[in-house]
């Protein structure tokens, strides 16, 4: 009889504790909002952090609250923004798809001042002996982009620097954190002209280090008609929202600093017809000229 009063006592206990509790998560039950699971179902499950949130889960909360744009979260793309939109009742927001773009083109082409044998990673590269490479602001190639990527986005070329695969890019921003020399920046979707070239330094101290530095030269901002690139800090910077994708400055960069890189039949024709515009130009200035001697003699 002791173990049935044992058994009876416990199950007595269970019951009046199991009605406390459920008492207790009534009486503190914390409302979620509906709107949040829905929220977090249209990004894109990474939890990347790209979106500067503690996952997936903050980044939806904090849309939520309106700390952050519909569009936080980069690799849920412009159709994961619209449903977001549609969710909180906002208008989806419109703008070009952006992708990462790595801005050099040094790799076998930059000066080496060691070989380096330890942990595969740049910013360790970085701290011996002021890293392998001479330029300081050549891609040093250990993937520490390629590691941060959760998308296959990013990888070490055959020249042994990034290149992005702008199909897969989601723009979350990760191997731009990971870059310890701030190499890898945001460029439109659409963009094909690039100056692939961060170094500061004048021409010859440029070209002491990398044979495919931009030497500050301004024949691509000479060149271009639509006032889309000029020399800035001794470098060549694009401003895309002008930029039209004509080439012209790949062609008159004698580095070849700029993206696409021409071929040599391509600058030959490019110096061709610069040349037969600067005689075209000179002898117009010269009849010009000889009109104005003309007229000054009658």
Same mark, same amino acid.
């Given at each position: 009889m002791n173990i049935v009063y044992a058994v009876l006592v416990l199950g007595v206990v269970a019951v009046i504790f199991g009605i406390v509790l459920s008492v207790a998560a009534k009486v503190f039950e914390v409302e979620v909002d509906e709107r949040l699971p829905k929220i977090q179902a249209c990004l894109a499950g990474a939890n990347c952090g790209?979106?500067?949130y503690p996952g997936c889960g903050g980044c939806a909360e904090a849309i939520l609250a309106g =700390?952050?744009? +519909?569009n936080a979260c980069a690799p849920a793309g412009a159709e994961g923004a619209a449903r977001i939109a549609e969710i909180m009742g906002m208008e989806a927001p419109s703008g070009e798809k952006m992708v990462a773009h790595v801005i050099c083109n040094?790799? !076998?082409?930059? @000066? $080496?001042?060691? #070989?380096? +044998?330890?942990i595969q990673d740049c910013l360790a590269a970085t701290k011996v002996a002021g890293a392998p490479l001479a330029c300081a602001f050549g891609c040093l190639g250990y993937g520490s982009c390629v590691k941060a &990527?959760?998308? #296959?986005?990013?990888?070490i070329g055959d020249k042994g620097v990034a290149e992005v695969d702008k199909e897969k890019c989601t723009d979350c921003g990760a191997c731009r954190e990971a870059c310890p020399r701030k190499l890898i920046v945001e460029v439109p979707y =659409?963009? =094909? @002209?690039? @100056?692939?070239c961060a170094n500061k330094e004048k021409g010859a101290a440029a070209m002491k280090v990398c044979a495919n530095a931009c030497i500050?030269?301004?024949?691509? !901002? =000479?060149? &271009? $008609?639509f006032d889309a690139i000029h020399v800035v800090n001794n470098v060549a910077v694009i401003d895309y929202s002008k930029c039209r994708n004509c080439t012209m400055c790949a062609k008159a960069c004698p580095k070849n600093a700029i993206e696409p890189i021409p071929t040599a039949e391509e600058k030959e024709k490019f110096k061709a017809a610069q040349k037969a515009l600067a005689e075209k130009k000179a002898k117009e200035a010269a009849e010009k000229k000889a009109a104005e001697e003309a007229a000054k003699a009658e």
């Amino acid at each position: 009889m002791n173990i049935v009063y044992a058994v009876l006592v416990l199950g007595v206990v269970a019951v009046i504790f199991g009605i406390v509790l459920s008492v207790a998560a009534k009486v503190f039950e914390v409302e979620v909002d509906e709107r949040l699971p829905k929220i977090q179902a249209c990004l894109a499950g990474a939890n990347c952090g790209g979106c500067g949130y503690p996952g997936c889960g903050g980044c939806a909360e904090a849309i939520l609250a309106g =700390k952050a744009p +519909v569009n936080a979260c980069a690799p849920a793309g412009a159709e994961g923004a619209a449903r977001i939109a549609e969710i909180m009742g906002m208008e989806a927001p419109s703008g070009e798809k952006m992708v990462a773009h790595v801005i050099c083109n040094g790799g !076998e082409a930059a @000066v $080496k001042q060691f #070989d380096y +044998v330890g942990i595969q990673d740049c910013l360790a590269a970085t701290k011996v002996a002021g890293a392998p490479l001479a330029c300081a602001f050549g891609c040093l190639g250990y993937g520490s982009c390629v590691k941060a &990527c959760q998308f #296959d986005a990013i990888h070490i070329g055959d020249k042994g620097v990034a290149e992005v695969d702008k199909e897969k890019c989601t723009d979350c921003g990760a191997c731009r954190e990971a870059c310890p020399r701030k190499l890898i920046v945001e460029v439109p979707y =659409k963009q =094909k @002209v690039f @100056v692939n070239c961060a170094n500061k330094e004048k021409g010859a101290a440029a070209m002491k280090v990398c044979a495919n530095a931009c030497i500050g030269c301004g024949l691509c !901002e =000479k060149t &271009c $008609k639509f006032d889309a690139i000029h020399v800035v800090n001794n470098v060549a910077v694009i401003d895309y929202s002008k930029c039209r994708n004509c080439t012209m400055c790949a062609k008159a960069c004698p580095k070849n600093a700029i993206e696409p890189i021409p071929t040599a039949e391509e600058k030959e024709k490019f110096k061709a017809a610069q040349k037969a515009l600067a005689e075209k130009k000179a002898k117009e200035a010269a009849e010009k000229k000889a009109a104005e001697e003309a007229a000054k003699a009658e």
